[in-house]
Every structure is written in structure tokens, then in C-alpha cells.
């Protein structure tokens, strides 16, 4: 996941490209990363909801979720919370250190709130409710 970026490991694919919503093939660690930033200035949080099993396998379920308050690949930010949900399972060592992990999600359910705003066109990028530039906390 260092190599690829968080992101870009998370979100690869086997869909067609003319399907995917996200090119994570097309991405480096530092563009990825900068895009989420981008999207969710306030940071991009993960909470466990439950744990359902202890070590050495602990299965978990979480929600990723953030408000969507800059622009991602050309949408607009709507200032809505963005949540997913999904399920892991971690390998733990003696020492309770991850030693494997394997996450399960739809990642649609993510980018729905994704694309949700109008696309920005290079006419309207300094309008005064899409400049990247905005602070989430101003409006």
C-alpha cells in the first residue's frame, strides 16, 4: 500500500476503464493523495462500528466518512457528508501489530457523494461557490 497509496490500493479495479469512477491505475501515491485532501480539507475519517472477533483474526465493521468541502476530479464540493460502510478483516501478531488486512465495501456507495456536485468548467472554476480556494468554514 506505500508504493500505491492508500487510495490507489483501495480503490483498484478489474471494471473496464469507460465504467470506473476512479482510475486508480492512472494515479500516483502523490496525486491520490492530493485529490482526497483536496475533497475533504477537514480530513477523512475511520470509525469501527462493531468488532465481531478478537485475535489473532479480528473481523470489524467501520464507516469512512467526511464532508466533502473541496473539489475531487473536476466535481464541485456539495459541503455534504460523504460515508461509506464495509467490513475487515485483520491478522494480528503477538504483539497485536496488523500483519495482514483484507476490507470489503462498495466502492459506488463512496463515489456517489463524490460526483454529486456539478462538474466545474474552466468558465466557472473562480465562481464564488466552487473556487478551490474557499474555506470550508467562510460559508
Not at 20 to 36: I, L, P, T, W
Not at 102 to 121: Q, R, T
Request: charged share 25%; hydrophobic share 35%.
Amino acid at each position: 500500500m506505500l508504493k500505491l497509496g492508500n487510495y490507489n490500493a483501495a480503490l483498484k479495479s478489474s471494471v473496464p476503464d469507460e465504467f470506473k469512477h476512479y482510475k486508480a491505475d492512472e494515479e500516483s501515491r502523490e496525486s491520490s493523495n492530493n485529490a482526497f485532501r483536496s475533497a475533504f480539507p477537514r480530513g477523512f475519517a475511520l470509525e469501527v462500528i462493531n468488532v465481531y472477533t478478537g485475535p489473532p483474526v479480528v473481523t470489524f465493521k467501520f464507516r469512512h466518512w467526511g464532508f466533502f468541502e473541496g473539489p475531487f476530479k473536476r466535481h464541485a464540493p456539495t459541503g455534504e457528508m460523504v460515508q461509506f460502510y464495509g467490513v475487515g478483516i485483520m491478522k494480528v501478531d503477538e504483539s497485536l501489530r496488523a500483519e495482514n488486512i483484507e476490507v470489503y465495501y462498495d466502492p459506488a456507495e463512496f463515489f456517489a457523494g463524490l460526483f454529486k456536485g456539478p462538474l466545474i468548467s474552466e468558465s466557472n472554476i473562480d465562481d464564488d461557490n466552487i473556487t478551490i480556494q474557499d474555506c470550508p468554514y467562510h460559508n
